[in-house]
């Protein structure tokens, strides 16, 4: 009966651990988070990235902000510093 119990209780916890990290919490109302998107150029491509990154941000709450290193390397780094 112990091998038993055990197989049950193991069971129990996968199934009820993962589910309690899975409540809908709402923190974005703080305004703590902040984003910075760099890329190394601009363009369209980027420049449509940015966009959806800023609006997703906004929706959660997060101020947003896009830089553009223009091919280089030590920019982008010191952007992001």
Do not use: H
């Not at 199934?15 to 902040?34: D, W």
């Not at 997703?56 to 982008?76: L, M, P, R």
């Amino acid at each position: 009966m112990g091998k038993r119990t055990g197989i049950i209780l193991l069971m129990a916890a996968a199934v009820l651990l993962p589910a309690s990290g899975c409540q809908n919490k709402n923190n974005a109302g703080s305004g703590s988070a902040k984003i910075y998107y760099t890329t190394i150029e601009s363009g369209d491509y980027y420049e449509g990235w940015a966009s959806q990154l800023k609006e997703q941000a906004e929706s959660e709450g997060a101020s947003f902000e896009a830089g553009y290193a223009e091919n280089s390397v030590e920019t982008q780094v010191a952007q992001v510093k």
